[in-house]
């Protein structure tokens, strides 16, 4: 599973509130390609053997400028990774959580 938070984008559960695109193995926790077949994963592209969980419709929104956002990775039999970073220019920029590039 694939998650990217910023701001509050929809009036759900808190967990589910700044979820801007989220995407999940199309056969469950289980299923899907595993991570180590995909070669990368491209902001709002859905890989093949996963299904878009969030928006729930169309496609994921633009990165804001100056917004800082979170990535959540979890995998089953590999380790997942959280992180932060601020859209920049039109690039990625590796944060800590409170926005402070490392």
């Keep these: 599973m694939l998650r990217v938070e910023g701001q509050r984008v929809r009036s759900t559960p808190a967990l589910d509130a700044s979820v801007v695109w989220e995407i999940a193995p199309r056969e469950g926790k289980f299923g899907g390609t595993g ?44 380790n997942g990774a959280h992180v932060y970073f601020i859209y920049r220019k039109g690039r990625l920029v590796e944060t800590n959580f409170k926005g402070v590039p490392l």
């Design 35 to 78: 991570v180590g077949i995909l070669d990368s994963i491209t902001y709002g592209e859905i890989p093949p053997g996963y299904l878009q969980k969030y928006p729930e419709e169309g496609k994921a929104p633009p990165l804001v400028e100056g917004q800082l956002y979170a990535v959540l990775f979890e995998t089953t039999g590999a």
